[in-house]
């Protein structure tokens, strides 16, 4: 069955006369692009330690003024899809960004969504949509398709977060361009206070948003405390995660990528199964072990590491008596729209 015709095969000049005219014989190729029960994946397990990002990110502070950077980030680049790509996987790009206290990041939008995730630092704001959303650590704010954003410092610390974003998706479909913007007026309300409590939504009499995206802001001292809150209600339960959800919908918070915190208990190891979307792990608080792939990589505190599709994950608590909290990006919403999240408990193909 694999042995199908190659182009070694075929006479030169019917292949040379194939080319001129922008042909291709699909056969020797099939196998390529249609391999038998697993994707190919250029994803590579790879792990990025803060320990390594922070000095050479605060040595692009001294090197870069933010007139000549715009947005002053160091790109998480897997290898296996080459460094230049600037991807993590086939659909995530991550990056870490440094703001200097009294630095401000002007104001754009673009076609690729992204979010933040807050990882050192007080007293940084990112206006979205004119938003003013404080960020304080392990704090999560989006800054979906299309909407403007802007980010100032107040503090008298540098601070850091995790970007997220779908571009190398956007990119590779030939719709990811930016428009800049100037200073947005802050207009009154605020996603996270509207919403403060899940189950708990504005009333529409009183003005229901009508927004598609309600929320742009979800600290961390609430996912956290949820957490906290459905381990105790759920003993038993091994996979303690939230998602970040749209307050008035229950979707995933944006169109393309997920967005969960998760939580291991004190000394505990989890086993996911194999499943279709690529995956990264950022630790907020602890530390944890992952391993998939034959490789296992210990994070540390603001770690980040990204594994490839259709890999089991092992994550093991590194301490026993304090639990260790996640944050978790992948790329399931969009695998779920188009029709191929696939889950497999026992590692073998169950194609939707
Ligand atoms: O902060 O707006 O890492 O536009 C990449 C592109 C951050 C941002 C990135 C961006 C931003």
């Not at 410092?153 to 997220?164: A, E, K, N, R, S």
């Not at 529409?204 to 996912?223: I, Q, T």
């Not at 906290?228 to 003993?235: I, N, T």
């Amino acid at each position: 069955m694999n042995d199908l015709g190659r182009l070694e095969d075929l006479p030169a000049d019917y292949v040379a006369a194939l080319r001129e005219r922008n042909l291709v014989p699909l056969w020797p190729s099939l196998r390529g692009v249609l391999p038998p029960h697993i994707p190919t994946r250029q994803t590579r397990p790879t792990h990025w330690a803060y320990a390594d990002i922070k000095p050479l990110l605060l040595k692009a502070g001294e090197l870069t003024p933010i007139e000549k950077a715009e947005r002053r980030v160091l790109v998480l680049a897997n290898p296996g899809h080459t460094l230049e790509k600037m991807q993590a996987s086939a659909a995530l790009y991550l990056g870490m960004q440094l703001l200097l206290p009294g630095e401000w990041a002007p104001s754009h939008r673009h076609t690729p969504n992204a979010v933040r995730m807050v990882v050192e630092g007080e007293g940084a704001w990112t206006t979205v949509d004119g938003e003013r959303c404080p960020m304080s650590r392990g704090d999560l704010i989006l800054t979906p398709t299309g909407l403007w954003h802007e980010h100032g410092h107040d503090g008298d610390q540098p601070v850091v977060w995790l970007d997220v974003l779908d571009l190398p998706l956007m990119y590779y479909l030939e719709v990811s361009y930016h428009l800049n913007g100037s200073r947005q007026e802050v207009k009154p309300g605020r996603g996270d206070r509207a919403y403060a409590r899940a189950g708990v939504v504005p009333t529409p009499v009183f003005g229901r948003s009508g927004k598609r995206y309600p929320m742009l802001r979800y600290p961390w001292a609430d996912a956290r405390a949820a957490l906290l809150s459905l381990a105790d209600d759920q003993p038993d339960a091994a996979h303690v995660q939230v998602t970040y959800t749209n307050p008035e919908s229950g979707e995933d918070a944006e169109n393309v990528l997920g967005f969960h915190a998760l939580m291991l208990r004190p000394g505990q190891t989890l086993t996911l199964p194999a499943r279709s979307p690529a995956c990264v792990y950022h630790v907020i608080e602890g530390g944890a072990q992952v391993a998939a792939a034959g490789q296992c990589f210990p994070l540390k505190e603001a770690d980040t590491c990204c594994i490839p599709g259709y890999e089991s994950t092992t994550l093991i608590n590194a301490s026993a008596s304090a639990p260790a909290f996640l944050f978790v990006a992948d790329e399931s919403p969009l695998h779920r729209k188009l029709g191929v999240y696939e889950v497999r408990p026992d590692n073998q193909p169950v194609m939707p």
